[in-house]
Nanobody, 123 residues
Framework: QVQLVESGGGLVQAGDPLRLSCAAS????????MGWFRQAPGKEREFVGT????????YYASSVDGRFTISRDNAKNTVYLQMNSLKPEDTAVYYC????????????????WGQGTQVTVSS
């Protein structure tokens, strides 16, 4: 069992940066690939990006590629989502997830989920 807790969400203006954190506890965090997803009101959960268990590879959705960066610190059991040049369309609840699929981009690729953190980008 892995417990995940996201933090760092908030209200920002378009163009601002924001960094989300996801702290893990429970079974070995470093064994899992970590993903970030988001869900806007009335929309399906959307893939944002993922990082492999050792941090050696990442993969991003085209909508965020070049603006968002995922990193992880296995010593701190934490994964980060650095978001730059935020746009109003990035407004959503952001979730981190842990799973075993290499560079998985589907929610079903992940077994454990956090409760989410709200990010709101004003224009």
């Amino acid at each position: 069992q892995v417990q995940l807790v996201e933090s760092g969400g908030g209200l920002v203006q378009a163009g601002d940066p924001l960094r989300l954190s996801c702290a893990a506890s429970g079974r070995a965090f470093s064994n899992y690939n970590m993903g970030w997803f988001r869900q806007a009101p009335g929309k399906e959960r959307e893939f944002v990006g993922t990082i492999t268990w050792g941090g050696g590879s990442t993969y991003y959705a085209s909508s965020v590629d070049g603006r968002f960066t995922i990193s992880r610190d296995n010593a701190k059991n934490t994964v980060y989502l650095q978001m730059n040049s935020l746009k109003p369309e990035d407004t959503a609840v952001y979730y981190c997830a842990a799973g075993s699929v290499y560079l998985g981009a589907r929610p079903s690729d992940y077994r454990y989920w956090g409760q989410g953190t709200q990010v709101t980008v004003s224009s």
